[in-house]
C-alpha cells in the first residue's frame, strides 16, 4: 500500500513541502484493517480494556463498526499510521455511549439523523504533543527502493495528529452536524480549550475511568477551532479535511488479504482518553 505523496504551493528550488500528516478515510479494505490493527494495539495490547483472544486476526473491531466511517491519520514522514477514530451513525444504530450511559441522551432523540458519535480515538504517544515545525527528510514511499524517494521539507502543526482527527468530524461532505462522545474531564478541558463549545448531555459514569458524556455542534467548533487555534486555522488553509485511501494509496487494493504493517520500527501506545 504505497502513499502518494501530496504536496502544498510552497515548493521552491525543487524541494517540496509536505505535510507531515493527512487525515485519510479508510474507504477500502486495507486502509479498514489498518484502521482496525491500530485499535488492536491501543485496546488490546496496551490498555488491556479488549481481550486479545477475541481478536485472532490482530484486528479489533465491534457491532458498531458495520455503521461507522473510520479515519486515520498518516505520518508522511515516517511512513506509519499515527492516529485513528471512527464516527458512528446514530441514524443507523444505538451509539455505543448510549450503552454505557444506559439513559437518554439528551436531545439525541430529536436530533438522531444528524447526529454521529466521535469515538475509538486512538493517537500514539509520539504523536500526542507534535509541534510546530518544518524539517528536511528523506521521502521514501512504502514498498519502493530509495532510489524512487526525494528530499522533502515536512510541515506539522502543534497537536497535528489530534487536530486532524476533530477536522475530519467538521468536514461538510459528511452532513453532520453535531457529534456526541464520553470522555474524561481531562480531554474534554483540552477540546474547551481548542475553541470546542461543549454540551454536557448526561451523568457521569464509570467506563474504564470516569467519563462524561458530551456533544459538539460541528459548525460551532469549526469555527471556534480556527478562532482560538492559529495551527488549526493554517491547517484548513493547506488542505482538505481528509483524502479517502482509494485516492491516497496508489495501489490500495480491497482484495488485498495481507496484514498491513502499523509501523517500521517497534513503538509504544499509550491509553486513549476515549474508547467508546
Known amino acids: 500500500m504505497t502513499p502518494i505523496a501530496f504536496a502544498s504551493p510552497r515548493g521552491g528550488e525543487g524541494i517540496p513541502f509536505l505535510d507531515r500528516f493527512v487525515c485519510i478515510l479508510a474507504d477500502t479494505a486495507a486502509a479498514r484493517r489498518l484502521h482496525y490493527q491500530m485499535r488492536f494495539k491501543v485496546f488490546c495490547e496496551d490498555t488491556g480494556f479488549e481481550d486479545p483472544n477475541a481478536f485472532p486476526l490482530q484486528a479489533e473491531h465491534d457491532q458498531y463498526d458495520g455503521y461507522a466511517r473510520h479515519f486515520i491519520v498518516w505520518d508522511q514522514q515516517q511512513q506509519q499510521c499515527a492516529g485513528a477514530m471512527r464516527l458512528v451513525d446514530a441514524s443507523r444504530t444505538g451509539l455505543p455511549c448510549e450503552k454505557f450511559v444506559g439513559t437518554q441522551l439528551h436531545g439525541l432523540t430529536e436530533r438522531r439523523t444528524q447526529v454521529v458519535e466521535f469515538s475509538r480515538l486512538c493517537i500514539l504517544k509520539e504523536y500526542r504533543q507534535t509541534v510546530r515545525a518544518e524539517s528536511y527528510a528523506w521521502y521514501q514511499p512504502v514498498g519502493q527502493s530509495a532510489t524512487n524517494g526525494y528530499g522533502a521539507f515536512f510541515r506539522q502543526y502543534d497537536n497535528d495528529v489530534l487536530l486532524r482527527l476533530l477536522r475530519a468530524s467538521f468536514a461538510p461532505s459528511l452532513d453532520i452536524r453535531y457529534c456526541y462522545f464520553i470522555v474524561t474531564a481531562a480531554l474534554a478541558r483540552v477540546l474547551t480549550r481548542f475553541g470546542i463549545a461543549l454540551t454536557r448531555v448526561g451523568h457521569e459514569i464509570e467506563h474504564r475511568g470516569v467519563r462524561i458524556p458530551f456533544r459538539y455542534d460541528v459548525e460551532q467548533a469549526d469555527q471556534g477551532m480556527r478562532e ?49
Not at 492559529?230 to 488485498?256: C, H, I, N, Q, V
Not at 509501523?263 to 482518553?273: K, T
Open 228 to 276: 482560538t487555534l492559529t495551527s488549526f486555522a493554517a491547517m484548513a488553509k493547506t488542505g482538505p479535511a481528509f483524502l479517502r485511501a482509494s485516492e491516497f494509496f496508489s495501489d490500495d487494493s480491497d482484495s488485498a488479504v495481507a496484514p498491513i504493517p502499523l509501523h517500521r520500527a517497534p513503538f509504544a501506545i499509550s491509553p486513549s482518553a476515549l474508547s467508546a
